[in-house]
C-alpha cells in the first residue's frame, strides 16, 4: 500500500517538473504576447496595460505562483469591468481564441480520446494475435508475414500511411469519409465510419511493434520449464498459449500505458491529415501561432494523461505479478530436518 | 501386483536430429509397481528417450522403434493422440520445480486446468476438494495453504510434492521422473524419494525414473539400465547392477560416486601439512555477521561465525540451500558487505586499510565458481582468461605470461596448447580445470571454491577433485571448499563446518565432525546422503 502512495507522490512530483519546466518558455521564447495583444501602433503605455492584463507584470516567481494557484482555485485577468474570469482549474487564458485554455482543450479532448482509445483497442489486439499466431510456428510462411508486416508497419510514417488510407480508401473507392469528426452522441454509426482510417492507421504503426515482442516473447515463453510440465500434463497448446501470454502481460500493460498516454496527449501528424480538431491539432496551430498559454497548457495535460497512464501501469504491475508485491522475497527454504508426515511414517 | 506386468516397453526406440543420431536402439521395460532406472551422464540422451516416448521430442526430432504402453504403439501417432495419452495416462516430474509452474499462476489454478483434462473435473467445490485430495496425498501439511500460494512462496522440496501431485491427477499408469530430486538438498531428497516409493507401492504405478544419480538409483530402483552416448551399456536389476556390473563404463560411473564413509576414513589417513610456527593463517574469520536488507525488513544471512584456515590446509564449508555458505565466501572476498566482525587475509584486515593496499590484499585470493559455462569469456581464447589475473593485479611481465599460463595449465593437467583455444572447444570438466588454473596462477595464498564440481557429471567430478587436491598441495595454499555434496567436503577437507541458516553447526576436523558427528542436525544430513547400495544390505531387496 505504502508503494502505491509513494509512486503517486512521485508523479505529482513529476507533474509539477514539468509544468514548471513549460512554464519557462514563456521566458525563453522571443515572443511576447503581451505585444500581439496590444494592437498596432502599440504605446509603450498599452503595451503596459497589456502586460499588468496578462499578469505579466510580476516577476517570474510570482507570475508561477499565481499560476500553480490558478489550477487550484481559478484566476482572474485584468480587473473592474474589463476583468476576464478563468474558473478553477484555470490553466491560463489564451488571447488569440479568447477562451480560457481549459475551455479549449475540454472541446478538443473528446475527438482525441475517441482516436486513442480505438487505437489501442485495435493494435494490441492485431499485435498480440498475430505475434501468438507467429510464434505458434516458427519459420512457417505466416509468421514470416506477420515479421515482414511488423518491420514494414515499425518503419512506416504516419504521414505516409494515413495518406495512403485516405487515397486509396476514401478517395478512390469511397468507401470511407476522408476527414472531420462526428461526434459520438449524434449517431456512434457515423463517430466510428469518421474514425475507422485514423485507427487503423494508428494500429498499423504501433501495432508491429506489439506483434514483435509478442512473437519473440511468446516464443521464449513456450520453451520454459512451465511450458514443459503443462505440455507433459496433457493440456491443449492453445491453454499454454495463455499461460505465456499471462506471463507477458507486464511487459504488455508496460508497452500499452506508454502509448495509451502518447495516444491520449494528441496525435499530431494523424490528426492533421484526417482534418480530426483534436489535441494535436490544437497543439500545432497554437505552436505555429505562438499561442504560449494553449502550448503550456496542452503540453500540461498531455504528461497528466501520460503520467497516469504510467502510474495505473505501476499499479498494476504488481498484481498481474505477485512477485514484484512481494518485492522480489527471497523463496521459502525447505524447512530441515524435513519431519515426515504420518503417512510416510506408516509406509 | 505380479511380476511381469509389462507397463511400458520401448524396443530398438531410435532418436534421431538432423544428421545425429541421438539415442540408437533402446530396449527398456518397466512393470507397474517397479521403478525403473534410465541412468547416464548428460548428453547420454536420457531424457530424449524418455520425452520422445510421449511426444515431448524436441522440434525436428525423428522418433523411429517401438513404444508400447500396455500393448499401445505410441511411435508414430499423431500429436493429438499423444496428447490425450499424457493427459489420461501419463504423469511426468521435472527437474527444477522452481521453475516447473508458472510463476503468475497459483497451485489452484494450475489445477483447474490440470482437473479439466485429466479428470474432466469442473466446478468450483470438487475441483477444490480433489486438489485437497492430491496435494494432502503427497504429505502437503496444508492443503489449503499450498493451493493458494504462488510458486515463489512455495520452498523446493513443497513445489516437487506439488508437482508429483499434478502428476498423480487422473490416475496415471505410468510416472516419468526426470531427474527429480537433482536440484533438491538431501534432506528434502530423502523426503521426495520416500513419497515415490510409497506412491510406486500404493498406486501400482510404475515409474521411469531418469537420472544420473547412482545414489538414488540404489535408494529406489528395481532394475537399471545404463545409457552412454545414446546405447545401452549395461541393463539388470538393481543387484546385478551394483554388485556385479559387466560393463567398464557402469564400473567407472560406480567407482566414481563419493562414498562418505570410505573418504572420511580414507581423509583421516592424510595428514595435514605442518603448520609454520608463528605464521598467521591464510584467513581468519571471527564474529562474522552478514545481514541483508530488503524494505525495512533484515534477513541475517550469516550469524556471528567464525572459522580459521591454515596455509596449506582445506576447509570444507558445507550446509543445504539458503545456509549462507556462498555468503561466506563472497564475504571474504569483500563482495558484500559486513554488518560485524573481522575477517583477515594473512593476518591483513583488507577493510581497514587504503585503497591501493587493500587492491593488494584481495589479489591474494583465487577463486572458481560453481558455472564454467558462465565464468569464462566465451570471445576470449583460454589463456588470456587465464592470464586475466596477471593483468589485473598489474604485475603482468610482457611476455612472461606466456610461460606462467603454461605452467598454470599443467598444474590442473592441460596440455599448453589448450592456451589458444575458446571456452566452446574445451568440455565441461576441461572449462572447470581452467577456471582453477586462473585462480591459481598469480600465486594466492587463499582458494574459494564456491561449489565448483556441482554442475559436472560424477565421472568428471571426480577427476576435477584429484586435479583441484593436486594443485592445492602443490601450491602450498589454503582452501575455503563450499559445497553441499558431503561425500565430496569429506574427501577433499581437512576441516569441516557445518553451516544451517547462518548460523555454526559444528565445526572440527573432517573426522571428526563426519565420521563422529556430535550435533543432531550434521547426523541427520549425513542419514540423508543417498547411498547405492543400501538396499543391498537389507534383507528384502524388492520396496514392500
Known amino acids: 500500500m505504502s508503494l502505491a502512495l509513494q509512486r503517486i507522490a512521485r508523479s505529482l512530483g513529476v507533474l509539477v517538473v514539468v509544468l514548471t519546466l513549460t512554464y519557462a518558455i514563456f521566458y525563453l521564447t522571443p515572443v511576447d504576447p503581451a505585444l500581439r495583444m496590444c494592437g498596432k501602433p502599440c504605446s509603450p503605455e498599452d503595451l503596459e496595460a497589456a502586460r499588468g492584463f496578462m499578469g505579466f507584470d510580476t516577476p517570474w516567481w510570482n507570475q508561477l505562483g499565481t499560476f500553480f494557484l490558478g489550477i487550484v482555485a481559478g484566476r482572474t485577468y485584468g480587473s473592474a469591468e474589463a476583468a476576464v474570469q478563468c474558473a478553477a482549474p484555470c490553466l491560463g487564458y489564451s488571447f488569440q481564441y479568447h477562451q480560457d485554455v481549459t475551455g479549449l482543450l475540454a472541446e478538443r479532448f473528446p475527438i482525441t480520446l475517441s482516436i486513442a482509445l480505438g487505437a489501442i483497442v485495435l493494435q494490441s489486439v492485431l499485435g498480440i494475435g498475430a505475434g501468438m499466431l507467429a510464434a505458434r510456428r516458427p519459420g512457417s510462411l505466416l509468421d514470416r508475414v506477420v515479421t515482414a508486416l511488423s518491420v514494414v508497419s515499425a518503419s512506416a510514417p504516419a504521414f505516409v500511411v494515413g495518406l495512403l488510407a485516405v487515397v486509396v480508401v476514401s478517395l478512390r473507392l469511397g468507401w470511407l469519409p476522408s476527414g472531420g469528426y462526428e461526434p459520438f452522441l449524434d449517431g456512434p454509426v457515423e463517430w466510428a465510419r469518421h474514425l475507422i482510417l485514423p485507427w487503423t492507421t494508428l494500429a498499423f504503426i504501433y501495432g508491429g511493434i506489439y506483434a514483435r515482442l509478442v512473437r519473440s516473447s511468446m516464443i521464449e515463453q513456450l520453451g520454459l520449464d512451465y511450458a514443459r510440465t503443462a505440455r507433459a500434463a496433457g493440456l491443449p497448446e492453445r491453454r499454454i498459449d495463455r499461460y505465456a501470454l499471462r506471463n507477458l502481460a507486464v511487459p504488455l500493460v508496460t508497452l500499452i500505458a506508454l502509448d495509451v498516454g502518447a495516444l491520449l496527449a494528441g496525435a499530431v501528424i494523424t490528426e492533421r491529415i484526417f482534418g480530426l480538431p483534436g489535441l494535436g491539432a490544437l497543439l500545432l496551430d497554437a505552436t505555429s501561432t505562438a499561442d504560449l498559454p494553449v502550448i503550456v497548457g496542452a503540453t500540461f495535460l498531455g504528461s497528466l494523461l501520460i503520467v497516469l497512464a504510467n502510474l495505473s501501469a505501476d499499479l498494476l504491475r504488481p498484481v498481474l505479478d505477485k512477485r514484484l508485491a512481494d518485492g522480489g522475497r527471497r523463496r521459502r527454504h525447505d524447512s530441515t530436518p524435513s519431519a515426515p508426515t504420518p503417512q510416510e511414517t506408516a509406509s | ?544
Open chain 2, 1 to 544: 501386483m505380479s511380476d511381469g506386468d509389462e507397463l511400458l516397453t520401448l524396443a530398438g526406440l531410435h532418436v534421431e536430429i538432423g544428421e545425429r543420431t541421438i539415442v540408437s536402439g533402446l530396449d527398456l521395460s518397466v512393470q507397474a509397481g517397479r521403478i525403473t532406472a534410465l541412468v547416464g551422464e548428460s548428453g547420454s540422451g536420457k531424457s530424449i528417450s524418455a520425452m520422445s516416448t510421449i511426444g515431448l521430442q524436441p522440434p525436428g526430432a525423428r522418433v523411429a522403434g517401438s513404444a508400447r504402453l500396455r500393448g499401445d504403439e505410441l511411435v508414430g501417432r499423431s500429436a493429438g493422440d499423444l496428447r490425450r495419452i499424457r493427459a489420461r495416462r501419463v504423469g511426468t516430474v521435472f527437474q527444477e520445480p522452481g521453475r516447473s509452474l508458472s510463476p503468475v499462476m497459483t497451485v489452484s489454478a494450475v489445477f483447474r486446468d490440470v482437473l479439466a483434462v485429466r479428470e474432466d473435473l469442473r466446478g468450483r467445490e470438487r475441483v477444490r476438494e480433489r486438489t485437497a485430495e492430491l496435494l494432502a496425498a503427497v504429505g502437503l501439511p496444508d492443503p489449503g495453504r499450498t493451493a493458494g500460494s504462488y510458486p515463489h512462496e512455495l520452498s523446493g522440496g513443497e513445489l516437487q510434492r506439488v508437482i508429483i501431485a499434478l502428476a498423480l491427477a487422473g490416475d496415471p499408469e505410468l510416472l516419468i521422473a526426470d531427474e527429480p530430486t537433482t536440484a533438491l538438498d538431501v534432506t528434502v531428497q530423502r523426503g521426495i524419494l520416500e513419497l515415490l516409493r510409497r506412491i510406486v507401492a500404493e498406486r501400482e504405478v510404475g515409474v521411469l525414473l531418469i537420472t544420473h544419480d547412482m545414489g538414488v538409483v540404489g535408494e529406489i530402483a528395481d532394475t537399471v539400465v545404463v545409457l552412454k552416448d545414446g546405447a545401452v551399456r549395461e541393463a539388470g536389476t538393481l543387484r546385478q547392477v551394483l554388485t556385479d556390473p559387466q560393463d567398464t563404463y557402469t564400473r567407472e560411473l560406480l567407482t566414481a560416486v563419493p562414498r562418505l564413509e570410505e573418504s572420511v576414513a580414507a581423509r583421516a589417513q592424510i595428514v595435514p601439512p605442518e603448520v609454520p610456527e608463528g605464521a598467521p593463517p591464510a584467513v581468519r574469520v571471527e564474529g562474522l555477521s552478514v545481514e541483508y536488507r530488503r524494505r525495512g525488513a533484515s534477513h541475517r544471512a550469516l550469524d556471528d561465525v567464525s572459522l580459521e584456515i591454515a596455509p596449506g590446509h582445506i576447509h570444507g564449508l558445507v550446509g543445504e540451500s539458503g545456509s549462507g555458505k556462498s555468503t561466506w565466501g563472497k564475504a571474504i572476498a569483500g563482495l558484500v558487505p559486513v554488518t560485524a566482525g573481522t575477517v583477515e587475509l594473512d593476518g591483513v584486515d583488507p577493510s581497514a586499510r587504503g585503497r591501493a593496499e587493500r587492491r593488494r590484499t584481495y589479489a591474494r585470493l583465487g577463486m572458481v565458481f560453481q558455472d564454467p559455462a558462465s565464468s569464462l569469456n566465451p570471445r576470449r581464447t583460454i589463456g588470456w582468461s587465464i592470464a586475466e589475473p596477471l593483468h589485473l593485479a598489474g604485475h603482468a611481465p610482457r611476455g612472461g605470461t606466456e610461460a606462467r599460463v603454461r605452467e598454470a595449465l599443467e598444474l590442473v593437467q592441460l596440455p599448453g596448447s589448450y592456451a589458444s583455444r575458446l571456452p566452446h572447444e574445451l568440455s565441461g570438466g576441461q572449462r572447470q580445470r581452467v577456471s582453477i588454473a586462473r585462480a591459481l596462477i598469480h600465486g594466492p595464498s587463499l582458494l574459494i571454491a564456491d561449489e565448483p564440481t556441482s554442475a559436472l557429471d560424477v565421472t568428471i567430478q571426480a577427476h576435477v577433485i584429484d586435479v583441484l587436491r593436486e594443485a592445492i598441495a602443490g601450491a602450498e595454499l589454503a582452501c575455503l571448499f563450499i559445497s553441499h555434496d558431503l561425500a565430496v567436503v569429506g574427501s577433499l577437507a581437512d576441516h569441516v563446518t557445518v553451516l544451517r541458516q547462518g548460523r555454526v553447526v559444528e565445526q572440527g576436523p573432517t573426522a571428526r565432525v563426519l565420521g563422529d558427528p556430535r550435533q543432531e542436525y550434521t547426523r541427520n544430513l549425513l542419514a540423508s546422503v543417498p547411498d547405492p547400495e543400501r538396499r543391498l544390505h537389507e534383507d528384502d531387496p524388492a520396496p514392500a
